[in-house]
């Protein structure tokens, strides 16, 4: 694909879309922003206005798509969405900024994609390789934006990126090295269904060829089935595999879920050849990522941990398992249409959790859960209340050497931008509370 002098309608102008815009706008394209937020809403920072067209509100795909030459689809856009569909029928190409850079990309890719840990096990991956090999780059959600990329890449690079369903659904291209972490529901609010997310992470594997490799969880039969479809070399991998690797006592990372994220990495680095050694000196010195069971303080014999990327229930099942301690946990988001009865069950069946506090929208569902799978510990229902309320209400309730573990096992747009500006704000509040208390 080529852009210089071509019409190009971009939608969505998130991160993502502003890093398309910025290499359409270097490869001389002619462009239109399409986006449902008006255009004052939009961050506009570092680009030449005076060269960009914007069509934006609510209305923004009722108009007439037939004159652009491409349609470059950011992450966040549906993209079977009616307008785009009759696009496309009428012949304009319709891309991705994902597609673009696997098309450009001159080095090799390692993606990772999984419903949970994608972010650990790419920044591990990546950690690792900053040991044995200088052209190493981190891209995508966690990393540097990676259209920004293409430029410093050779033939002698690796990428490491962590792979939505968002991006993967239209890629007819996959990775030289795809990683398969745990496969559970999400994003049912987006996809159709189940299936089709499921069938969207398959494209990580589905395009491969026999030179290759397939890495991939075999704790899950969703995940396990990637490997039919995989047309490379598979390897699969466990997350007990670490017990003979490492001294799981020297890990930084919290929780046995990370186990899998361990295991994952480490069978990237078997692939590539990279030492026992060095694989085992990086995976002992990593701490693990913002927002993931991030310990945050101790005030009065309470410890308070963020763990504000649980967007689903599958992180804060994996959170309330991570601790023996008294546990107060926090829970409750935006609603995209998750089931939380499984969540119910396991907080019932730990003794330790004595307390839960509910915020958001989700909060009827998840109390819901809890009564059906007969949960004996105290209830709180806040609702929207400022943080600090929730933090508050959370310390008074958790026992000396207990923890609080804000998990909310939902989405943050009922009450914050995203889950990233819900972790700061969480952890400001408890080191404001801390240090006043």
């Not at 069938?199 to 990580?204: H, T």
């Not at 030179?211 to 396990?224: G, H, L």
């Not at 023996?324 to 009865?341: E, F, S």
Request: charged share 25%; aromatic share 12%.
């Amino acid at each position: 694909m080529r852009f210089k002098n071509k019409n190009v309608a971009l939608i969505g102008l998130g991160i993502e879309g502003k890093d398309a815009l910025k290499f359409l706008l270097g490869e001389g394209a002619f462009i239109t922003v399409f986006d449902q937020k008006e255009k004052s809403e939009l961050d506009l920072t570092g680009l030449m206005i005076k060269k960009i067209k914007f069509i934006c509100g609510k209305n923004y795909l009722d108009g007439d798509f037939s004159n652009f030459d491409y349609i470059v689809r950011s992450p966040g856009v549906y993209p079977y969405k009616p307008a785009l569909l009759k696009a496309k029928k009428e012949g304009v190409l319709i891309t991705s900024p994902i597609k673009i850079f696997f098309e450009r990309c001159a080095g090799k890719i390692i993606g990772v994609t999984g419903t949970k840990g994608k972010g650990t096990t790419s920044s591990l991956i990546y950690e690792i390789l900053r040991k044995v090999q200088k052209e190493v780059f981190l891209a995508g959600n966690i990393g540097i934006p990676y259209l920004s990329l293409l430029k410093k890449i050779t033939k002698n690079s690796w990428v490491v990126m962590e792979l939505s369903s968002f991006q993967l659904i239209d890629l007819r291209k996959s990775p030289h090295i795809a990683v398969v972490l745990n496969i559970t529901k999400d994003h049912l609010d987006w996809h159709k269904d189940i299936k089709e997310y499921v069938n969207a992470k398959k494209n990580i594997v589905r395009y491969q060829n026999e030179k290759d490799f397939a890495v991939i969880n075999s704790d899950y039969k969703v995940s396990k089935g990637f490997g039919k479809v995989a047309k490379g070399k598979v390897i699969y991998f466990s997350g007990k595999d670490v017990l003979k690797f490492y001294n799981t006592k020297k890990f930084l990372l919290l929780g046995k879920h990370n186990w899998e994220n361990i295991a994952a990495a480490t069978a990237v680095s078997r692939v590539l050849g990279i030492g026992r050694k060095i694989v085992q000196k990086v995976v002992y010195n990593f701490k693990g990522l913002e927002h993931r069971l991030e310990f945050v303080g101790k005030g009065r014999g309470v410890s308070f941990y963020n763990d504000s990327f649980s967007t689903n229930p599958q992180p804060s099942i994996a959170a309330v398992n991570s601790f023996n301690a008294p546990i107060t946990i926090i829970l409750g988001g935006y609603d995209k249409g998750l089931d939380y009865t499984e969540l119910g069950e396991v907080i019932s069946k730990k003794k330790n959790v004595g307390c839960v506090v509910l915020i958001g929208d989700t909060a009827r569902k998840i109390k819901e859960a809890l009564f059906y799978a007969k949960y004996n510990g105290k209830i709180i229902e806040l609702g929207k209340p400022p943080t600090r309320e929730i933090v508050k209400v959370a310390f008074k309730n958790t026992p000396k050497d207990g923890v609080v573990v804000f998990s909310p096992a939902s989405a943050s747009f009922d009450m914050f931008d995203d889950y990233k500006q819900r972790g700061k704000i969480f952890k400001k509040e408890v080191l404001n509370f801390l240090k006043n208390h």
